[in-house]
């Protein structure tokens, strides 16, 4: 994961530089960025040094300033699209000014409003600078637009004052950066395989059938046991979506591809949620030759295709097996059904027809059966936040299994 880390021009800036180690450790990817004023507390040389990549000091570089480098300038700006959260530490006065005011007239001002990621600060500054009105109407104004704010410390400040406005500890800071990226150790060690998309399943050589799964459930799934720390094999079906840096791919089409993958892959896993939407069905023969149009009807004979997580709960031995199940009506019902007859741990149902539930969307509303348990059900959130809730729920099984 990629973040930006701007430093501002403080006392604190050189602390900057220890932050960048620790951001490193997560795993994480820094672009620094820094204001003039930061400049004149310690040298993009450091940031250069520890990140490895150029240290962003201007919006119009005079390297940028020739026409042959417009495509650098753009490609400064298209940081805003490429990183996952904006962490500005220290954060001085002028800068939470800016940020509240809109303002755009340097690098990360203007990289403050053009991203879409989250946002975190941590200001340091003069205690009277701190508990000024402006300061704390700014914070307030940039709270309620959901930046979060990591509050300073107390104690001797640089001025010789004593009070609040000394920048947050670097642990303080790297653990709301974790907790605002869902980045958590509670998966550290544990192998966790999902399914994902959907299964194509061939009439001849130009058809199949298929149904309308994304992919988006499973790969939110992947992204969120690898932020919690789990190595994770991800067995996809056909998706457009970009594949998780760092897991364990494995492409497949067919039902049956699906479940040699999950046969030859489960025994590595301690945790397994099956996301992808199989086939249920499939066609009884597979014609060599593009099937032609004749007057009559066409009857297609189809034959049941493997059910893989049932397989897999006949055999889940100390695994927790999760599947999902989607439905259009009865939904508790069929839930608690397939929960008994798949042996499964838990189902995360969805009622397919409730707008931003279901199929190709970035949204989901589940309801969570558990055996003997009564069951859970979620709002509709973003698919990345319901995979998190149901990691939270599968470790929570295997604890009360011990
Ligand atoms: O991919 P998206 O666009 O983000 O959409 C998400 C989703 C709607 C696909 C997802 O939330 C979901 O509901 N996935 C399960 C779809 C499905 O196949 O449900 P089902 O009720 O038909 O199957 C029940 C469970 O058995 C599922 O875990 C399924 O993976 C599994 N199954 C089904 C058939 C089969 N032959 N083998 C299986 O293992």
């Known amino acids: 994961m990629k973040i930006a880390l701007g430093v501002t021009g403080g006392v604190a800036a050189y602390k900057a530089a220890e932050l960048v180690r620790r951001l490193q450790q997560e795993k994480l990817d820094v672009q620094a960025v820094m204001t003039r004023a930061a400049q004149e507390f310690i040298t993009p040389l450091t940031f250069a040094a520890l990140t490895g990549q150029k240290v962003i000091t201007e919006i119009f570089s005079a390297e940028n300033a020739a026409p042959a480098n417009v495509e650098s300038a753009i490609e400064h700006i298209a940081v805003a699209q490429r990183i996952d959260l904006l962490l500005v530490a220290p954060?001085?006065?002028?800068?939470l000014a800016k940020f509240a005011q809109g303002l755009a007239g340097d690098?990360?001002?203007?990289?403050?409003?053009?991203?879409k990621a989250p946002v975190v600060v941590a200001p340091a500054?003069?205690?009277?600078?701190?508990?000024?009105?402006?300061?704390?109407?700014?914070?307030?104004?940039?709270?309620?637009?959901?930046?979060?704010?990591?509050?300073?410390?107390?104690?001797?400040?640089?001025?010789?004052?004593?009070?609040?406005?000394?920048?947050?500890s670097t642990d303080a800071i790297v653990l709301k950066v974790r907790d605002v990226l869902g980045l958590r150790h509670d998966l550290d060690g544990q192998t966790v395989l999902i399914t994902a998309g959907p299964t194509c399943e061939d009439i001849d050589p130009v058809r199949f059938l298929t149904n309308r799964s994304s992919g988006k459930m499973g790969y939110a799934l992947a992204e969120a046991a690898q932020r919690r720390g789990a190595r994770v094999i991800l067995v996809s079906g056909p998706t457009d979506l970009k594949i998780p840096e760092g897991a364990d791919w494995v492409p497949v089409r067919t039902t049956e591809q699906m479940h040699q993958a999950v046969r030859e892959r489960a025994a590595e896993a301690n945790i397994v949620?099956?996301?992808?939407?199989v086939s249920d069905y499939r066609p009884a023969a597979t014609h060599e030759q593009k099937m032609k149009r004749d007057d009559g009807g066409l009857t297609l004979t189809l034959e049941p295709t493997p059910d893989i997580l049932a397989e897999l709960g006949r055999e889940k031995g100390q695994r927790v097996v999760v599947g999902f199940a989607a439905e259009t009506n009865n939904v508790a019902e069929n839930a608690r059904g397939k929960l008994a007859r798949k042996s499964a741990d838990m189902i995360v149902a969805n009622d397919v027809t409730q707008e931003g539930a279901g199929f190709d969307t970035d949204t989901n509303i589940v309801t969570m059966y558990l055996p003997d348990a009564p069951e859970i059900s979620l709002p509709k959130m973003n698919k990345f936040d319901v995979a998190n809730r149901i990691f939270d729920?599968?470790?929570?099984?295997?604890?009360n299994s011990k």
């Open 107 to 115: 690098f990360l001002s203007t990289l403050y409003l053009a991203t």
């Open 91 to 95: 954060a001085t006065a002028d800068s």
């Open 273 to 277: 949620v099956m996301a992808a939407a």
């Open 393 to 399: 729920q599968a470790l929570s099984i295997r604890k």
């Open 125 to 168: 500054m003069n205690v009277n600078m701190w508990e000024h009105a402006a300061t704390q109407e700014n914070l307030a104004t940039l709270r309620a637009r959901g930046v979060h704010v990591v509050a300073p410390d107390e104690g001797y400040l640089a001025c010789g004052m004593v009070g609040a406005g000394r920048l947050a």
